[in-house]
């Protein structure tokens, strides 16, 4: 029951986003909304982590099998990828090398304010 409970918890903040997603007019997943939604609520204290934590970790856990249908659509599509392959890389090493360097900023952000409390 206690899974289930924590399912739910993550499922309310999905909805929330979808709900933003729908009233807001950015071109923003609702998924981010849900996510970003979830974090202030961690960070606020609202929601507290073992709230959360073991219904966290097993969809962590099964992350990869939730890529599986979209992996299925891209081989449907091999053809209009091909015709793309040059902007669809520039975009992936991009975004790659944006990711990696906000993600780093983060974690030594983190890490500072640690050692600070």
Same mark, same amino acid.
């Given at each position: 029951?206690? &899974?289930?409970?924590?399912?739910?918890?993550?499922?309310?903040? &999905?909805?929330?986003?979808?709900?933003?997603?729908?009233?807001?007019?950015?071109?923003?997943?609702?998924?981010?909304?849900?996510?970003?939604?979830?974090?202030?609520?961690?960070?606020?204290?609202?929601?507290?982590?073992?709230?959360?934590?073991?219904?966290?970790?097993?969809?962590?856990?099964?992350?990869?099998?939730?890529?599986?249908? &979209?992996?299925?659509?891209?081989?449907?599509?091999?053809?209009?990828?091909?015709?793309?392959?040059?902007?669809?890389?520039?975009?992936?090493?991009?975004?790659?090398?944006?990711?990696?360097?906000?993600?780093?900023?983060?974690?030594?952000?983190?890490?500072?304010?640690?050692?600070?409390?």
């Amino acid at each position: 029951m206690k &899974s289930f409970f924590q399912f739910m918890v993550i499922l309310l903040f &999905s909805l929330i986003g979808e709900f933003l997603h729908e009233l807001l007019p950015f071109p923003i997943p609702a998924s981010v909304y849900g996510l970003v939604l979830l974090f202030i609520s961690l960070l606020a204290g609202v929601i507290k982590l073992p709230q959360i934590e073991e219904a966290a970790d097993f969809l962590l856990k099964i992350m990869p099998a939730l890529f599986i249908p &979209s992996v299925v659509k891209l081989m449907t599509i091999r053809d209009l990828l091909w015709e793309n392959i040059v902007p669809i890389l520039v975009i992936v090493l991009t975004t790659t090398v944006v990711v990696m360097v906000v993600t780093g900023q983060v974690a030594q952000w983190m890490i500072r304010r640690h050692k600070e409390l």
